[in-house]
């Protein structure tokens, strides 16, 4: 590891990127994960990389599916109201099993919303925006030094599986500055691309990106392979961050920024005699189902914090299987749950 240098959140996800082997970046400007587009627009053509301005969110994932098809890495990113549009590109990527990486810097909703955080595309990024049965990996990390770890590990994942990989944060993440430390090397994955259409040479068949199977017998047939690649996945790529969960009185599940507040409330907790627990999801998708299992006997009672109206409380409660009761508490609109807000839910439920 090098030393360590002050960055934004936003653009230590481009120099990852590059740092990744990433020379194709296609995107379209939208607060607050723009700095993103700024960063490649500047370093691309220092690495003799493209850089395109799509005249549309629509569009970049559609350059993006070009790409990838090529069997080059690539990434687009947007906020909320971008990462919509891009839904339909994204379930054609999703059936013709190419990989790339989607960045989306969460802001407030629904609607337009505002430029403020949020965590409210949690069910867009993890339950399939789009049509069809599709999944995406989707990552979320919760301080700029995981910006970068992830989003390296997003193009690897991507790579390994031939699967969309979603880097999740919001806005505190995207706009924030702290130290991050940048490898020496970063460990890169080789993939032999045999699928991609990149030049024949004549050595070898054409090779057919498509997302499109008339017969319904060859549709299903492809859904069945696509379910049991996620299954897979399933098995082997869940992360997630326990802490402090042995003997907990209540546990409380968050992630990205929110995961940060909570390690505070802990510490306040303790100094009041509360032990409180944190089971930080840093996949979205697959969903740590097990470690809920794990610690599901320990507390007295399970808590979510997010800042949407309850979206990954629904996993939280199918993982925890009524073993214990699962509460919420939740900011919208751009609004961010207080340390005493936290802590004042947590002492209410231990009452009950």
């Not at 960045?103 to 993890?126: E, K, S, T």
């Not at 082997?236 to 009185?249: F, G, I, L, P, R």
Request: overall charge neutral; proline content about 4%; charged content about 20%.
């Amino acid at each position: 590891m090098g030393e360590k240098i002050l960055m934004k959140g936003n653009e230590v996800i481009g120099e990852a990127a590059l740092r990744a082997g990433c020379k194709h970046y296609f995107g379209y400007p939208i607060t607050p994960q723009t700095e993103i587009a700024h960063y490649m627009a500047k370093r691309m053509p220092m690495v003799g990389g493209t850089f395109v301005q799509a005249e549309s969110e629509v569009a970049a994932i559609n350059m993006v599916y070009g790409a990838a098809s090529a069997g080059v890495r690539a990434l687009t990113s947007s906020s909320s109201p971008g990462i919509s549009l891009k839904q339909e590109g994204i379930s054609y990527a999703s059936c013709a099993e190419l990989p790339a990486v989607i960045v989306n810097i969460v802001r407030c909703g629904p609607g337009l919303g505002g430029i403020l955080p949020a965590q409210c595309d949690y069910f867009q990024a993890v339950k399939g925006g789009g049509h069809g049965d599709y999944k995406m990996v989707v990552l979320a990390p919760c301080s700029v030094q995981e910006l970068y770890e992830l989003t390296v590990e997003a193009f690897n994942i991507a790579d390994k599986y031939r699967i969309l990989v979603m880097i999740m944060g919001d806005g505190i993440l995207g706009q924030m500055m702290e130290p991050v430390e940048f490898k020496d090397k970063e460990e890169i994955i080789s993939v032999q691309k045999n699928w991609a259409a990149s030049g024949t040479k004549m050595n070898r068949e054409n090779n057919v990106i498509t997302s499109i199977y008339i017969d319904p017998e060859k549709m299903e047939k492809h859904n069945l392979k696509l379910q049991e690649k996620y299954s897979r996945i399933a098995s082997s790529e869940v992360k997630v961050e326990t802490y402090n969960c042995e003997n907990a009185d209540i546990i409380v599940s968050a992630f990205g920024s929110v995961a940060r507040i909570v390690k505070n409330v802990i510490s306040m907790a303790e100094k009041e005699g509360i032990k409180v627990g944190l089971i930080r999801p840093i996949t979205l998708w697959p969903f740590p189902e097990s470690e809920f299992l794990k610690y599901a006997d320990v507390p007295k009672a399970f808590l979510t914090v997010e800042m949407n109206a309850g979206q990954m409380f629904e996993d939280v409660k199918m993982a925890v299987n009524g073993r214990k009761k699962v509460y919420f508490h939740g900011r919208m609109g751009g609004m961010i749950p207080t340390q005493q807000d936290i802590l004042d839910k947590i002492k209410e439920i231990l009452k009950v």
